[in-house]
């Protein structure tokens, strides 16, 4: 587990990272997004010990990373965006060594030969780095933050250079560490986000203005009840239909996307799901629906909401304690 806690980085008079709070639980893949200059990178670099913070605690697995370094990296696994790689070693003499600096305790041979697999890197074991493709090096990076079976992982931009086949490996087995592990990915490939992460977490300006599951936060910031539906049949007779379901506030008529195939926009209230009875009514009438969707937001919708003073209070599943920050951040 992560938790961090009132955490906060000065630069002089620059607020990097503005008392800023986030957990991320056992068995949970974590996203953490942010524009360039958020402070997104001094967060990562204060959770692996690389800078101390201002003030607030940075834990890792229960232990303060400030106050415990040694003891806290020994539950962390960390692949930065370059991974620290020497080039003249081949790789099997670079995981040694990581092996050796970790001071690594499980039987080495096998224990080198299981990340080695699971990274797909076996072929490659005995190359020297700098022959290796950008691809393999990223593998190789991801191998030595394997060493020693750490409970948490901290990726940042763990496919760089990958072509689209590895990718999807990676993201399948970073999916795969993710159910035993506690995993934070920071990456600008919203698409990969989306893909791999349970929960997101949004920094911009030093503070978080965001924390909730993809899902609630489209709900959120749209801040409406909105379906759309294509439906058979002639608009006077399906509209007023629309209309006498319970919990519908308003129907637009759209354009006729097809022959006798009309474009609904239905406003319910809050809360109330008519899906149901809509798909009811319209089959009793002999009215097909050919296409239902919910409006929704894609999360680069949603990370530009945010990141551009655009975002409604509560989205950190908080009621009162955020307000005042996110109308601050509204504001700036």
């Known amino acids: 587990m992560i938790e961090v806690s009132n955490l906060s980085k000065h630069y002089g008079d620059k607020k990097a990272v503005d008392n800023i709070s986030f957990k ?16 997104k990178s001094t967060t990562m670099n204060i959770l692996t010990g690389y800078i101390s913070a201002t003030s607030g605690k940075a834990l890792i697995n229960g232990i303060d990373i400030l106050e415990n370094p040694i003891k806290a990296k020994r539950e962390l696994g960390y692949l930065p965006e370059l991974p620290p790689l020497y080039m003249d070693m081949t790789v099997k003499e670079y995981l040694n060594f990581v092996y ?36 393999y090096k990223q593998r190789v990076g991801l191998a030595q933050a394997l060493i020693g079976n750490p409970k948490v992982l901290i990726l940042d931009e763990p496919t760089v250079g990958l072509d689209p ?14 159910k035993n592990r506690t995993v934070i990915l920071s990456s600008h490939i919203l698409s990969e986000v989306q893909a791999v992460c349970d929960k997101i977490v ?11 599951t993809e899902d609630n936060l489209s709900r959120k910031l749209i801040n409406e009840h909105l379906l759309t539906a294509r439906i058979e049949g002639k608009t ?84 009162d304690d955020n307000d005042d ?8």
């Open 24 to 39: 991320a639980e056992d068995g949970e893949i974590l996203g953490f997004l942010g524009p360039n200059g958020a402070g």
């Open 100 to 135: 050796d600096l970790k001071k690594c305790k499980l039987p080495r041979n096998s224990h080198l030969k299981d990340i080695c697999s699971l990274v797909k890197i076996e072929h490659v074991y005995k190359r020297v780095i700098k022959n290796l493709s950008k691809g």
């Open 165 to 178: 086949k590895q990718i999807i490996e990676i993201r399948t087995l970073i999916k795969k560490l993710g």
């Open 202 to 212: 949004v920094i911009n300006e030093g503070k978080v203005v965001a924390d909730d």
């Open 236 to 319: 006077e007779a399906v509209e007023p239909l629309i209309k006498s379901i319970k919990g519908v506030i308003k129907v637009e008529v759209g354009s006729e996307r097809e022959k006798g195939v009309w474009e609904y926009r239905i406003e319910a209230k809050e809360g109330v799901d008519i899906r149901r009875e809509l798909f009811k009514r319209m089959a009793e009438r002999n009215m097909p629906i050919l296409d239902l969707r919910a409006s929704e937001l894609s999360l680069e919708d949603i990370f530009l909401k945010l990141t551009m003073g655009e975002a409604l209070p509560q989205l950190t599943g908080k009621d």
């Open 325 to 332: 920050d996110n109308e601050d951040t509204a504001k700036d």
